[in-house]
Nanobody, 120 residues
Framework: QLQASGGGLVQAGGSLRISCAASGLRFSRYAMAWFRQAPGKEREFVAAIPWSGLSADYADSVKGRSTISRDNAENTVYLQMNNLKPDDTAVYYC???????????????WGQGTQVTVSS
């Protein structure tokens, strides 16, 4: 299971770190990713990190403002988001899968989501 947390309300230009704790799976063997879904929009890829923690991948919309990281000892993946914009408002989902790729179909396990709201 994946349990996302840390979402909330933040002003534009602010920062937020969301977390996703894994249980019941061999966390260190999985690539981890964050996706998001805004109201009325399709789910979109945000960032992904391989099991090694090296060579993370980011969507252009968050590149330079966000950092994905993981702690395999704590079975947790993080997404640090800086300089947040109202367009970042969405429910953020973490996911675990065999490869660090952008396609959602790659990911076998999904968290329940955490709401991030950025006010202007």
């Amino acid at each position: 299971q994946l349990q996302a947390s840390g979402g909330g309300l933040v002003q534009a230009g602010g920062s937020l770190r969301i977390s996703c704790a894994a249980s019941g799976l061999r966390f260190s063997r999985y690539a981890m990713a964050w996706f998001r879904q805004a109201p009325g929009k399709e789910r979109e890829f945000v960032a992904a990190i391989p099991w090694s923690g090296l060579s993370a991948d980011y969507a252009d919309s968050v590149k330079g403002r966000s950092t994905i990281s993981r702690d395999n000892a704590e079975n947790t993946v993080y997404l640090q988001m800086n300089n947040l914009k109202p367009d970042d408002t969405a429910v953020y989902y973490c996911a675990a899968g065999p490869q660090r790729i952008r396609e959602a179909t790659n990911y076998d396990y999904w968290g329940q989501g955490t709401q991030v709201t950025v006010s202007s």
